[in-house]
């Protein structure tokens, strides 16, 4: 009995536990009023902050009214209570220590109880963390959109969490212990039922499904889920469950409409195909096919440019690549995509452009429009392009004979007057100088035109073509400026090539009026030359023109013109035109035009009436013409005539119609005192008071039969006398100018 109380005290002292001894202290009633501690270990000691001595035998009143010293809350033990036959456990929380005890009390001997207490504080820590825990799981788990669910083994739901009830109207506790397979669509349960069994075997994988709800409605859901393994051993899944019967609904939308958009693609007159944002393509209509020879069992579904073998032979970016470009990338790229697509651009949100394709209709190539659109879904996000193809080939060609027909003659294919005045602005400004132009006219074609027909004058036009065709370089520009005229830019090509190029011209005139003597071509040329860029080309052409009016004027080609010499031929015999009288004529009355800017057919004008002004003095006796005497009345009504005389004979002659009026007035007087009309002022034309001044003039410093010849100041004083009477005022002054500017032995 001593050992075991020994072994009973000794357990007691090394229990970790604070252990303690209490005595029921009666009170009237004899019921416990309190608590007498009797022993306690050493744990106990600890526990409290006291030794023995001084808490044994004292009651527990005492030290819960602060009596004894020390931090220990006596009132943990102030709940104990007579126990019964069963050990009585409960916690005590000791808000002076803040920490939590558990106490086990158990009847010892009779009135006695003891007590052990144990620190659980951590344990109530952990304990309060965990429930925190679950109960934030819980609120998640609550209000997550998605669905949290767990199935054991055999399918039935062990837990759903309650937003179940937006998906399918069941509450949780409506699905709970029932099989998930009771709410799946039937038309999925077979599907649901093999996928349940590969997340059972470990295979994670997500499905989508249609579900019956309460109210028998079919919601679409996606689920994801995993096994769960306890202790080495599957025991069912746990998943998660979502709501997709809206993005369902919009995707049969979507699908509804590219549907009909295949529809409308398929019919659409132009090529057309689609594809998504990683190039693959979507659509590839029958106009497609025809244009491409690639069917659309073997083009939709492929992607990597594959679409641009049939266009370009090669897999390369088309337009429709283009249009899925950031807005930054594309500019970049614009200088880029010139070099490939002509006309690029954006109108609103479609790219536009024209190029050619040359793998498309088996090789044959064709000139394409193009418009590329990026698609867009429901929120406005990019899913692909669409890209519309017109086969304009026709148009282009049609286009192309247009700018042929806008640049060249139709008769002889050489190019017209309004691309050799577009050249002729791009030359001006370039580095080809010396510039070189050419004036060449083809002669006669009015009077071939007039008797022989115009198919006979055409005929001639092309033979003179192809003569000033093979007389010039390649790099020449040959041109057909009007009816019978003909103009030629030879860049880099000073004065004496282009006179050499002229030679040429007229030998090779020469040489086809051998080979073709039923066709003979007279053809008056021009040359002149713009050294740099300081000298206008349009000047140049101007100048190159007048040397070809002139070339012209002293040509004899027509049977008008050899009749003409004839009576000119007389003249000469009667020696009335020594000591060249036409030229010097010729040369004043140029001078004058020259020096007023006058327009090249009035030079050559000019130039002809000195040469044909008294053409009608043939027919003037040698007596009366000759006659040193002053003239008779009737002498002088015979001279006078000689104006109306070659106007008969010059208007005789087509060449000659516009001189010949000219040849009738250049007697007249401004103050309307001449012959034969008495015009007066400016009712004389322009030409023949110019040459009356030059006239005059000539006739003064020459010898005459009928008058001395008289001195260069003399005969200008007397042009001066004679200003506003018999001359125009203005033009008197103008020949002084002339003449003050040229060298006197110049006329």
């Known amino acids: 009995m001593v050992l075991e109380k020994e072994r009973y005290r000794m357990l007691v002292e090394n229990l970790p536990e604070a252990y303690a001894c209490f005595q029921a202290v009666s009170n009237g009633e004899r019921q416990p009023a309190d608590w007498m501690i009797l022993e306690a270990n050493p744990a106990f000691e600890a526990l409290c902050g006291m030794k023995r001595e001084e808490f044994v035998g004292r009651k527990v009143s005492e030290l819960i009214s602060g009596a004894p010293s020390g931090d220990f809350d006596w009132s943990i033990a102030g709940n ?8 009585l456990r409960f916690e005590q929380y000791s808000k002076t220590l803040d920490r939590w005890f558990e106490i086990a009390a158990c009847a010892d001997l009779p009135g006695c109880v003891v007590a052990v207490f144990r620190d659980i504080t951590e344990t109530r820590k952990k304990e309060e963390l965990l429930r925190r825990s679950e109960e934030k799981y819980r609120m ?116 509804d409409a590219y549907r009909r958009l295949d529809e409308i693609i398929e019919f659409l007159p132009d090529a057309t195909f689609v594809i998504d944002r990683e190039g693959v393509v979507l659509a590839w209509n029958k106009t497609m096919e025809v244009m491409t020879g690639i069917s659309q069992e073997k083009m939709i579904g492929r992607g990597d440019h594959e679409y641009a073998l049939p266009f370009y032979g090669k897999r390369r970016p088309l337009l429709i690549d283009f249009v899925l470009l950031p807005g930054t990338s594309f500019e970049m790229l614009k200088g880029e995509l010139k070099n490939d697509y002509e006309q690029i651009g954006w109108r ?57 027909l806008s640049m060249h003659d139709q008769l002889t294919g050489l190019y017209n007057r309004a691309f050799f005045e577009e050249e002729m602005q791009r030359l001006s400004e370039s580095r080809e100088h010396p510039i070189s132009i050419i004036s060449a006219d083809l002669d006669e074609l009015k009077y071939i035109n007039d008797t022989m027909g115009h198919a006979r004058g055409d005929e001639l036009i092309k033979a003179c073509a192809e003569v000033l065709g093979r007389s010039l370089r390649s790099s020449d520009i040959l041109a057909r ?67 070809m009016f002139r070339e012209k004027l002293f040509r004899r080609g027509s049977a008008g013109r050899q009749l003409v010499d004839t009576f000119v031929t007389a003249l000469n015999e009667k020696d009335y035109l020594a000591e060249g009288h036409a030229e010097r004529l010729s040369a004043l009355c140029l001078a004058m035009g020259e020096k007023m800017g006058l327009p090249s057919f009035q030079l050559a004008n000019l130039t002809l009436l000195a040469q044909l002004h008294d053409l009608g003095k043939v027919a003037i006796p040698d007596q009366i013409l000759f006659k040193e005497a002053p003239l008779a009345e009737e002498e002088w009504e015979v001279i006078s005539r000689h104006s109306q005389e070659g106007y008969n004979i010059a208007a005789s002659f ?42 005059a003039y000539d006739a003064m410093i020459s010898d005459r039969p009928y008058r001395e010849t008289k001195s260069r ?35």
Not at 354 to 366: L, V
Not at 373 to 384: F, I, K, M, P
Not at 499 to 506: F, M
């Open 140 to 255: 998640l788990v609550e209000n997550l959109s998605e669905v949290i669910y767990t199935l054991d083994e055999n399918a039935v739901i062990t837990y759903i969490s309650p937003n179940i009830e937006s998906i399918g109207g069941y509450t949780s506790s409506e699905m709970l212990g029932r099989c998930f397979t009771d709410f799946v669509y039937p038309g999925d349960l077979e599907g649901r039922i093999e996928q349940f069994r590969k997340v059972l075997s470990g295979v994670n994988e997500a499905s989508e499904y249609r579900v019956v709800t309460k109210s028998g409605r079919i919601a679409w859901v996606r689920t994801a889920a995993q096994p769960v393994v306890s202790e080495g051993r599957v025991t069912g899944i746990n998943g998660v469950l979502m709501d997709i019967t809206d993005r369902k609904r919009a995707e049969q939308v979507l699908q």
């Open 348 to 404: 609103g949100n479609t790219l536009y452009s024209e190029t050619f394709a040359p793998e498309t209709y088996n090789g044959k190539g064709a000139y394409l429009w193009i418009a590329a659109s990026r698609l867009h879904d429901a929120e406005g996000n990019v899913v692909g392009a669409i890209e519309t193809i017109r086969d304009i080939t026709d148009r282009k060609c049609y286009e192309e004979q247009l700018k042929y």
């Open 713 to 747: 100041e003399e005969a200008l004083q007397e042009l001066r006398c004679c200003a506003g009477t018999q001359f125009d005022p203005e033009l008197v002054e103008l020949f002084l100018t002339v003449l003050d500017e040229k060298d006197e032995g110049s006329f």
């Open 80 to 87: 104990l209570a007579p126990p019964g036959d069963e050990t």
């Open 654 to 695: 087509p060449e000659f119609a516009d001189v010949a009026d000219l040849i009738l007035k250049h007697h007249e007087w401004w103050n309307g005192a001449g012959y034969p009309l008495g015009l007066k002022g400016e009712e004389i034309p322009l030409e023949c008071r110019i040459f009356a001044i030059a006239d």
């Open 481 to 547: 400026v009007g009816g019978d005229e003909f103009a030629v830019l030879l860049p880099q090509t000073d004065e004496a090539a282009g006179e050499e190029v002229a030679r040429r011209i007229r030998s090779n005139a020469a040489l086809h009026n051998e080979r073709h003597p039923a066709q003979l071509l007279s053809i008056s040329v021009g040359v002149a030359t713009a050294a740099s860029r300081e000298v206008l080309l349009k000047e140049t052409f101007k100048k190159a023109d007048d040397l």
